[in-house]
């Protein structure tokens, strides 16, 4: 039996590691905000950026608020958005390997938007910020309810996985399919925005992404007691008064509004949605939602940054897919909890 001393001392600890965890991602998100500022194929000092910044009439202005901030600023609020999608998904079916990518949902909106995109740009019509989230969320959704109804069928949570991932496969196929046969000024235009990328999105789009997420943001912050009381199992959560149906809905439509909206302006991002909400668990040792929620955003908007930085510089001029960089850091860490959720299922 612990004493209330002993209480006393392991609630300053869990404070203190909150505290410390809110902070490095805080600074992580600072450093590698202006790292990604200054780096590039116009190297710029510390005193340029901040010139940059806060100068109109800078020399610099453009290259760091028409080139780079356009790009950094979505890095983060999809990253963030991405994370938040995976974490919510996760809570939805229990299990920390899923995710929008892992589980289709991400291949399905861009199937869907890819279909769209051809439509439109085969007339010479432009397409607009809504058309691209709507399209983008109506193939999220086909692809969500797919694994429902699959979830339904079978019992072990690997047998979902596995079919998301067939399912992702087969959209995936299904786009590349649709690409080849699009004209050849369209092609390029899809091929860019199919490998995943911060590079083609506008402010324009940015005040459109903002409207979409951080409202999002903050409806799954008001739901972290019911999360909490969730993850404690459904008697437990109905017993608290939760209406089970209703939650559950509010969880698809939260996830597949964040996945959707990543897909439309930036392609399909991978891991992310899986790696990040796993990080956060090991560096703040809980499951409780109200800190996981802004630590899975912050965390996913800083490992989007640092491999939007590596895509940008690694092999510069040339230019790598941040899906290909995302892939190369979440995935390790994947099947690090699918080692672990094995070892804890063979006791």
Known sequence: MQTPGTERNIQRTRQARTIFGFVLLFVALLGFAFWNIAAGSTPMSLPEVFDGLLDPSSP??????????????????????????????????SNPIAGPFILGISSG??????VTMIAFLSRGAAIGSV???????????????FVLAISHKVKRMSMLIICGVMIGYICSAITEFVIRFADDSNIVKLHDWAMGSFASIKWDNVIVIAAVVLPALVLA???SKPIGAYQLGEVYAKNLGVNITAFRIALILLSGVLSACVTAFAGPISFVGVAVPHLMRRLFRTAKPIVMIPACFLGGAVFCLFCDLIARTAFAPNE??????TAVFGAPIVILVMLKRQKEDGR
């Open 60 to 93: 610099h202005r453009v290259i760091v608020m028409d080139v780079r901030m356009v790009r950094i600023v979505p890095a983060i609020l999809l990253g963030g958005a991405l994370a938040l999608s995976g974490f919510l998904l996760q809570t939805f079916f």
């Open 109 to 114: 909106a861009k199937l869907v938007l890819s």
């Open 131 to 145: 058309v691209l989230i709507a399209a983008s969320f109506a193939g999220a959704m086909l692809s969500m309810g």
């Open 221 to 223: 912050f008001l739901l």
């Open 320 to 325: 790598l897919s941040i899906s290909s960089v």
